[in-house]
C-alpha cells in the first residue's frame, strides 16, 4: 500500500467520525432545549400531548408535567410503575 492511500484511508475516517459527532450534537442540542428546538416543534405541530419539563429524582425515577387537551398532569416514572400524582394544578398568575 502507497502513503497515499493511507493518508486517503485516514481522512475518510477522520470525515466519517466526525459525521458521527456531528450528529450526536444536533440530537443532544435538541434534547436539552425541548420543545423550544425549532425543528422538534415542527414535527409536534399536530398533536395533543405535551411534555413541559422532564425531571431526574435519581437514576431510575423522574418525574414529569405532562399537558393533554389544556389539563396539566404531574405523573411519577419509575421501574415500579407510573403514579399519577395530580391533576389540573395551573395557577393563574394576576398582575397586581
Do not use: P
Not at 458521527?20 to 399536530?46: M, P, S, Y
Request: hydrophobic share 45%; net charge positive.
Amino acid at each position: 500500500m502507497e502513503w497515499h492511500q493511507i493518508l486517503h484511508a485516514l481522512l475518510s475516517l477522520i470525515f466519517v467520525i466526525g459525521l458521527l459527532f456531528l450528529t450526536l450534537w444536533i440530537f443532544k442540542f435538541c434534547e436539552q432545549k425541548g420543545l423550544k428546538c425549532k425543528l422538534i416543534k415542527d414535527l409536534n405541530a399536530g398533536r395533543r400531548i405535551d411534555i413541559l419539563e422532564k425531571r431526574a429524582i435519581d437514576s431510575r425515577n423522574q418525574i414529569v408535567l405532562l399537558r393533554a387537551d389544556q389539563t396539566e398532569y404531574l405523573v411519577l416514572l419509575g421501574q415500579t410503575g407510573n403514579l399519577l400524582l395530580k391533576t389540573n394544578f395551573r395557577q393563574d398568575k394576576k398582575d397586581e
